[in-house]
């Protein structure tokens, strides 16, 4: 038997979030196997009869892990007031996904979507600070000296900010590729340094999360992630989940692009 606590097994059945779940159980609507349930009961969907009010429970969905590869012009949000593009357009599944943390309309890259969200919120918590590296093309030529200044760190809003990493991917005429690897979570945490000292940023594109990395994968496509990727995933954020039914895994199958059939449909 593997069992997990009440307010997530309704969460991952479409209940709510886990502490709307928690006031359902609070509340006394919550029952397994006939008996009342009460916070911090645990349980198992497949064995047993879990109701709400009386009326058996959803099935809960599996857990899906899936890279996307963000072209510009996509959102990174499940819906829009302005009905924006959103990266959900661009996943064609049955479960609702939600980003993993966020690259803007104008950057491009690896995101990480999931139902799963005992990882999500690990992911995202500021004391995490997992790597992230982007390839960065910035206008002009940054000299070795500004390289050294942005590894020093830079102040912004009074904040001493810095990348961990940067070198020099590739030199053009009126402009450069840098490889960008930084810790820190603030907003447009790249784009602000490189403009700030004169280089502003002309692409962005995000390479690698953590021990993620996007390789080859096209652009505008998505693959499932491995059961390899998941658990460095999980051992990074110090997640030990035993495996079973609630977890999709394994396969390595791409999805289409904007304008190729499996193009997604807005949730």
Known sequence: MTTERLQKILARAGYGSRRSCETLIEKGRVSVDGRIAQ??????????????????????????????????????????????????????????????????????????????????????????????????????????????????????????TRFDKVRVDQRERDHTWLIVTLHEGRKHMVRRIVGATGHPAQRLIRIQMGPLTLGNLPLGQWRHLTDKEISALQEEVGIARRRGKGSRRGKSRRGKGKGQSNRGRRR
């Open 39 to 160: 916070l911090g009961d645990q349980a198992d969907p497949e064995t047993q009869r879990i109701t709400l009010d009386g009326v058996p429970i959803r099935k809960p969905e599996e857990y899906v892990y899936v890279m996307l590869h963000k072209p510009r012009g996509y959102i990174s949000t499940t819906d829009d007031p302005q009905e924006r593009r959103t990266v959900l357009d661009l996943v064609n599944l049955p479960q609702r996904l939600y980003p993993v943390g966020r690259l803007d309309a104008d950057s491009e890259g690896m995101l990480l979507l999931t139902n799963d969200g005992t990882l999500t919120q690990h992911l995202t918590h500021p004391s995490y600070g997992h790597p992230r590296v982007y390839r960065v093309r910035v206008k002009g030529t940054p000299s070795d000296d500004l390289l050294q200044r942005w590894r020093r760190g830079i102040v912004l809003d009074g904040q001493r």
